[in-house]
């Protein structure tokens, strides 16, 4: 595996650099650890990268990665892609053996999270909602499963895992945190959470493509007069329900409020420091959902039934992120508590919750 101190030799082999970028000292490689063992490539006289490879210990890590691969390079050289292909990373180059995929690096660029709290420093909501709903609703219009699925075969369209986490596999009992079973215990002693966790595996409609990782980190908003943003990590991408994605905008927008808050306790103690006021987080869903309607040319009664399963598939987002926040924690955090209190609000009604959490309205038939 390429580190820091091989992927300058291994790039310039390859006439991905020049001397020149290395002899002029303005050659930067720096580790950005997510998923894959990411390295980030810049340098003053040509184009950056940003070059994956699998991580080791992942078993799923390589198939992934060749996914995401292959789908960026599908949008950029099929037709069937041409819409969203402005929003999708170009590839540079990659190496089969072993797999490294060295994407273009997007910049003058920042991750959403960060426009995010930069907007709310001026007591705005942040702009790139709308443009995220463009690109969503775009994707989800022109992707539609018949046409991926002949073009693109290798694509599963799997329920997700958290849909089933309440009956865990042994495989996922294996890597639990303590903090992990005190979130699988609370979810087998309420069994309204599990009863609705089994009902969204009935109501999944795996009809188009979807990302399938929807979150703020994987939004890039470009620098510029009009706020434009790519997605990028597109590791998990699969056919699927479209309301999967908007419930992932949905789901990170409380996930940010959250993470806003300063650690106390409990979830009660926690509130009252965000900040992120949560009514500039439903100026900014009321905005993308605008936009993505708009983008995936939906009609009153297709709108409805899409934003209704996206409110309650959030609930099971939110589930997720609690699982996630506790991944390595010997007790569960108060975040985790509260994430999990939203998603049992959520699931005790849900089009309540549209209206009054979100903000959200159906629209006329």
């Given at each position: 595996?390429?580190t820091?101190?091989?992927?300058?030799?291994y790039?310039?082999?390859?006439?991905?650099i020049?001397p020149?970028s290395?002899?002029?000292?303005?050659?930067?490689i720096?580790?950005?650890?997510?998923?894959?063992?990411?390295?980030?490539?810049?340098?003053?006289?040509?184009?950056?990268?940003?070059?994956?490879?699998?991580?080791?210990?992942?078993p799923?890590?390589a198939?992934?990665?060749?996914?995401?691969?292959?789908?960026?390079?599908?949008?950029?050289?099929?037709?069937?892609?041409?819409?969203?292909?402005?929003?999708?990373?170009?590839i540079?180059?990659?190496d089969?053996?072993?797999?490294?995929?060295?994407?273009?690096?997007?910049?003058?660029?920042a991750?959403?999270?960060?426009h995010?709290w930069?907007?709310?420093?001026?007591?705005?909501?942040?702009?790139?909602?709308?443009?995220?709903?463009?690109?969503?609703?775009?994707l989800?219009?022109?992707?539609?499963a018949?046409?991926?699925?002949?073009?693109?075969?290798?694509?599963?369209?799997?329920?997700?895992?958290?849909?089933?986490a309440?009956?865990?596999?042994?495989?996922?009992?294996?890597?639990?945190?303590?903090?992990?079973?005190?979130?699988l215990?609370?979810?087998?002693?309420q069994?309204?959470?599990s009863?609705?966790?089994?009902?969204?595996r009935?109501?999944?409609?795996?009809?188009?493509?979807?990302?399938?990782?929807?979150?703020?980190?994987?939004?890039?908003v470009?620098d510029?007069?009009?706020?434009?943003?790519?997605?990028?990590?597109?590791?998990l991408?699969?056919?699927g329900?479209?309301a999967?994605?908007?419930?992932?905008?949905?789901?990170?927008?409380?996930?940010?409020?959250?993470?806003?808050?300063?650690?106390?306790?409990?979830p009660?103690e926690?509130?009252?420091s965000?900040?992120?006021?949560?009514?500039?987080?439903?100026?900014?869903l009321?905005?993308?959902?605008?936009?993505?309607?708009?983008a995936?040319?939906l009609?009153?009664?297709?709108?409805?039934?899409?934003?209704?399963?996206?409110?309650?598939?959030?609930?099971?987002?939110?589930?997720?992120?609690?699982?996630?926040?506790a991944?390595?924690a010997?007790?569960?955090?108060?975040?985790s508590?509260?994430?999990?209190?939203?998603?049992?609000?959520?699931?005790?009604d849900?089009?309540?919750?549209?209206?009054?959490?979100?903000?959200?309205f159906?629209?006329?038939?």
């Amino acid at each position: 595996m390429l580190t820091i101190d091989t992927l300058t030799a291994y790039l310039l082999e390859r006439v991905l650099i020049s001397p020149r970028s290395v002899l002029d000292g303005e050659l930067m490689i720096t580790s950005v650890a997510r998923r894959n063992q990411n390295l980030r490539v810049t340098r003053r006289d040509g184009p950056g990268y940003m070059v994956k490879q699998p991580d080791a210990g992942s078993p799923n890590a390589a198939a992934s990665l060749a996914a995401e691969a292959e789908f960026c390079r599908f949008c950029h050289s099929d037709p069937l892609g041409t819409d969203v292909a402005y929003a999708v990373p170009r590839i540079a180059f990659v190496d089969r053996d072993p797999l490294l995929i060295a994407f273009e690096l997007i910049a003058p660029a920042a991750p959403m999270g960060r426009h995010v709290w930069d907007a709310a420093k001026d007591g705005r909501p942040g702009d790139a909602y709308e443009p995220l709903g463009d690109v969503l609703g775009t994707l989800h219009r022109t992707l539609p499963a018949p046409a991926v699925a002949e073009r693109l075969p290798w694509l599963h369209d799997h329920v997700p895992w958290i849909m089933r986490a309440h009956k865990p596999s042994p495989a996922l009992l294996a890597e639990l945190s303590p903090a992990n079973y005190q979130t699988l215990q609370i979810l087998q002693h309420q069994s309204a959470i599990s009863r609705q966790l089994d009902g969204l595996r009935d109501v999944w409609s795996p009809s188009t493509l979807i990302h399938n990782d929807v979150k703020a980190d994987n939004v890039l908003v470009l620098d510029g007069a009009a706020t434009e943003i790519r997605l990028v990590d597109w590791e998990l991408v699969q056919v699927g329900d479209p309301a999967w994605d908007v419930a992932g905008v949905l789901q990170d927008a409380v996930m940010m409020w959250v993470q806003s808050m300063t650690p106390a306790p409990t979830p009660e103690e926690m509130e009252p420091s965000a900040q992120l006021p949560w009514p500039e987080r439903q100026v900014a869903l009321r905005a993308f959902w605008r936009r993505y309607r708009a983008a995936a040319r939906l009609s009153g009664d297709d709108a409805n039934a899409l934003l209704s399963r996206a409110v309650r598939y959030s609930a099971a987002r939110l589930i997720q992120s609690a699982f996630e926040m506790a991944h390595d924690a010997a007790q569960l955090p108060a975040g985790s508590v509260l994430l999990l209190q939203v998603s049992a609000n959520i699931f005790d009604d849900p089009a309540l919750a549209q209206v009054q959490l979100y903000h959200l309205f159906r629209e006329a038939a």
